[in-house]
């Protein structure tokens, strides 16, 4: 049975990310897998209800650094750079526009750890050996190119067909699916805008975000159009994880 986030009893959302295989194949290898009723994040999906914890960088799942890598990287910004790489392979590096809206998203989380560093500072107990910067990964993970499994009810007539809604970019925010798309959809293939204006129709909790090519820097970049959490991430968190909800040891 596919998962279906329409459900009265057990709702499930099976988004599919990054560049790896077609959401047909990996969603039969997902459906044999014993646990695949779980919550859980990986390298290239995820599964949610409805009251799973936001999606942030440290959250543990979508990046795997080895022992030996993370001996190497010497500050709490390369551990930064090494989670925007990480990002960067997910998606097609002749897609500009999510290129340039990875680089824009993480210069905007260093500018506004910056700006409020004095604020995140009131909050650090004395003695501790993380900094107000630790807190910048506990910014909203984006998941690039999703694919979100729609239910059953998309097409009755063909039920245990998977099909999907196709995105730019989500975002799990406060329990809330916050959907990116980066330019003008209007004019795209016609079963991809019926998808997603299903998932738009029926998702419980969603937010549809349109985003112009020439937002896509950071003096532009409309933040107002996201949750406010959004640009406040780190003011519900006591004490910051860094990538793969490991403790800091890089001081």
């Known amino acids: 049975m596919h998962p279906d986030f329409l459900s009265p009893k057990n709702p499930k959302t099976l988004i599919i990310y990054g560049v790896s295989k077609s959401p047909s194949t990996f969603e039969k290898e997902w459906m044999s ?41 010497k500050s ?24 340039k809206f990875v680089s824009v998203y993480m210069n905007l989380i260093l500018k506004l750890i910056e700006k409020n ?50 995105l730019d970019i989500v975002f799990w925010i406060d329990e809330e699916l916050v959907c990116v798309n980066i330019g003008s959809k209007t004019s795209g293939i016609k ?9 738009t129709t029926n998702y419980p909790k969603i937010r549809m975000i349109n985003i112009e090519a020439q937002e896509l820097t950071l003096d532009k970049f409309p933040i107002t159009k996201f949750p406010t959490s959004f640009g406040k991430f780190w003011e519900t968190i006591s004490t910051p994880m860094g990538p793969d909800a490991r403790d800091f040891i890089i001081l």
């Not at 909203?140 to 097409?155: H, K, M, V």
């Open 117 to 166: 560093k004095l604020e995140i500072k009131k909050w650090i107990p004395e003695k501790e050996v993380y900094t107000y910067k630790d807190f910048i990964f506990s910014a909203y993970l984006p998941l690039l190119n999703p694919r979100i499994l729609l239910p059953p009810s998309y097409d009755r007539r063909n039920a245990e067909t998977p099909y999907f809604a196709h």
């Open 76 to 99: 709490t910004d390369d551990l930064f750079e090494n989670c925007k790489s990480r990002l960067l392979q997910n998606i097609d590096k002749f897609s500009i526009s999510l290129n």
């Open 33 to 73: 897998e014993e646990n695949h009723t779980q919550e859980r994040l990986g390298t290239n999906s995820v599964s949610l209800s409805p009251s799973s914890p936001s999606l942030r960088l440290n959250s543990k799942g979508w990046i795997n650094i080895s022992t030996q890598t993370l001996s190497e990287l």
């Open 191 to 199: 079963s991809r805008r019926k998808a997603i204006e299903f998932l």
